[in-house]
């Protein structure tokens, strides 16, 4: 199993400025995800996190409006630049677990839930 | 794309009634099928999964069967207790690709 511990668990913004969020993993892992939950609406991935690349940005998303850095195999931060109330959303970090190889599971962090007024 | 139909919530339900949560899917290929639960308060745990068609998966007294002719994978438990109250969601996710499509989850409250 993984324990992911995520910062801040709460926070209220003001339009326009920048929140980062922090995800830390008790364990090495390649792979990490983020994902958004917007009120009322299903979990929508943002975009994976490999150590020692450049993100993958799913489709809606991109790389000035969600930056993320992956400085090591524990550690990731996602920022949501010049907020809206439009994101307005619980924001999630989710690594993969894994059994001889093979993916089990996906673990998840508490999230964050920003509100941007 | 892919995608995960679940049923509309809230549900409320008496304790030790019968409970079912619908979930349908689009997708290519046999994707596998996972049902996380959040409790209040908590983060998001996986309940039960299916990797194969007729697989079906339990905990909690919950199961779920993986129908790949009806493209369904609905949650049921014969009893539900209070402690069963919680947001449950429904994702798919293909092998070797280990990102996860979720449906709009559903939020489930027992009374005593």
């Known amino acids: 199993s993984a324990v992911i511990s995520q910062k801040p668990s709460r926070d209220i913004c003001q339009r326009g400025t920048s929140l980062t969020i922090q995800c830390q993993v008790d364990?090495?892992?390649?792979?990490m995800f983020w994902y958004r939950q917007q009120p009322g609406q299903s979990l929508t991935l943002i975009a994976t996190?490999?150590?020692?690349?450049?993100?993958?940005?799913e489709s809606g998303f991109v790389i000035d409006k969600f930056p993320i850095s992956r400085p090591n195999l524990t550690f990731s931060t996602l920022t949501v630049s010049n907020m809206s109330p439009e994101d307005s959303s619980i924001y999630l970090c989710?690594?993969?677990?894994?059994?001889?190889?093979?993916?089990?599971?996906?673990?998840f962090g508490q999230g964050t839930r920003l509100t941007v007024v | 794309g892919d995608s995960v139909t679940q049923m509309e919530g809230p549900v409320t339900l008496s304790e030790e009634a019968f409970l079912t949560i619908n979930c349908t899917y689009t997708?290519?290929?046999?994707?596998?099928l996972f049902w996380y639960v959040q409790y209040p308060g908590e983060g998001l745990q996986l309940l039960l999964k299916a990797t194969k068609a007729d697989d079906k998966g339990s905990n909690k007294g919950f199961e779920a069967t993986y129908r790949k002719e009806t493209t369904s994978f609905h949650l049921e438990k014969g009893s539900v207790q209070v402690s069963d109250s919680a947001v449950y969601f429904c994702?798919?996710?293909?092998?070797?690709?280990?990102?996860?499509?979720f449906g709009t989850g559903t939020r489930l409250t027992i009374i005593p």
């Open positions: 997708a290519t290929g046999y994707p596998s």
């Open positions: 364990s090495q892992v390649t792979m």
């Open positions: 996190a490999n150590q020692g690349s450049e993100a993958t940005y």
């Open positions: 989710s690594v993969p677990g894994t059994g001889a190889g093979i993916f089990t599971e996906a673990f």
């Open positions: 994702a798919l996710m293909h092998f070797g690709n280990e990102k996860l499509t």
